[in-house]
């Protein structure tokens, strides 16, 4: 099976077809709202003067012909023709690529591939030498990802996603760090659970200098895939992999993560449309002003 088959793994529901989940999503942006239902539902904001709406899902979105004018956004999973009234976007919005791995049908780690088992057997042996991994908290972990070996920019922005992720989903992040025998961390994972559908997402990883030429990153992933397992998560999603014409520093995180999955993911292109009026926007821009004004002391 290739990802270019657009096919759908059987029985898995993304997070962003979830009702609940993007109730919580819309803590994180002033002004952002949920929209939609269990299925086909999604989010609505504002960028300046301009308002946007996005869905994800194979179901035709009942977009409110009311509301302000926006630019509304459909990202099917499999489906490559567009329906009457919507066009297909020829720029790409989003990631295009992602995978899964099943977590039923028993043993996780036969399945992985066989350049990772041989980097999780090496990875238990380090554990007689005093290497394991720990649970921490979102303030911890991003402290211990000032260390990582990355963009400054790219520590920054997986940082703010780990601290507004742990705020909007209260209770639902979680972090794990590999700490070398004295006690430093040497690498991190921070991954999302979303229970309404037994989904746990992997968020943000970074690896230090210390942890180089060890399989810290695998023993992170036998971590999560062993306690997902055992809290009766069905699936983990490894989130976005690289596609031709994507940045080129996006392939090495890919090629890890690929050694992982089951199921690689490909979206199709977009369908887009236009809903609402100008009237409907004149409104919710007051309607703003009006709240800031009434929140000022």
């Known amino acids: 099976m290739t990802a270019t088959e657009h096919n759908w793994p059987s029985g898995f529901v993304s997070p962003k077809q979830v009702r609940a989940y993007w109730d919580r999503e819309a803590r994180i942006g002033r002004g952002v709202i949920a929209v939609g239902h269990d299925g086909v539902c999604g989010t609505r904001w504002r ?47 989003g ?38 991994i720990e649970r921490c908290d979102a303030t911890t972990f991003c402290r211990a990802l000032a260390r990582g070996q990355m963009r400054p920019d790219l520590k920054a922005g997986f940082a703010k996603v780990v601290a507004e992720k742990d705020a909007a989903h209260p209770g639902l ?45 695998v023993g992170l992933m036998a971590a999560w895939f062993t306690d997902s397992a055992a809290e009766g998560f069905a699936w983990l999603d490894l989130g976005n992999f690289w596609r031709p014409g994507e940045p080129r520093d996006w392939r090495g995180f890919s090629r890890f993560k690929a050694q992982f999955i089951t199921q690689p993911l490909d979206f199709p292109r977009p369908f887009t449309r236009f809903a609402g009026s100008w009237r409907g926007t004149l409104s919710a821009l007051r309607h703003k002003q009006s709240r800031e004004s009434s929140s000022r002391p």
Not at 55 to 84: F, K, N
Not at 176 to 193: F, K, N, Q, S
């Open 173 to 217: 992040l979680r972090c794990y760090l590999a700490v070398a025998p004295g006690g430093e961390p040497t690498a991190g994972l921070a991954v999302l659970d979303v229970p309404e559908v037994k989904v746990s997402i992997h968020l943000a990883a970074f690896t230090a200098k210390a942890a180089r030429g060890t399989p810290a990153g």
């Open 95 to 132: 990631f295009r690529g992602g995978g899964v791995f099943e977590l039923h049908g028993g043993d996780w780690e036969a399945r992985w591939a066989p350049s990772a088992r041989r980097q999780l057997k090496k990875w238990r042996g380090l554990a007689d030498e005093g290497w394991r």
């Open 47 to 93: 960028h300046g003067p301009f308002f946007f709406e996005k869905y994800t899902t194979d179901e035709e979105p009942a977009v409110a012909p009311d509301g302000p004018w926006r630019y509304v956004i459909w990202q099917p999973l499999t489906l490559t023709e567009s329906p009457r009234g919507w066009r297909r976007s020829r720029l790409g919005i």
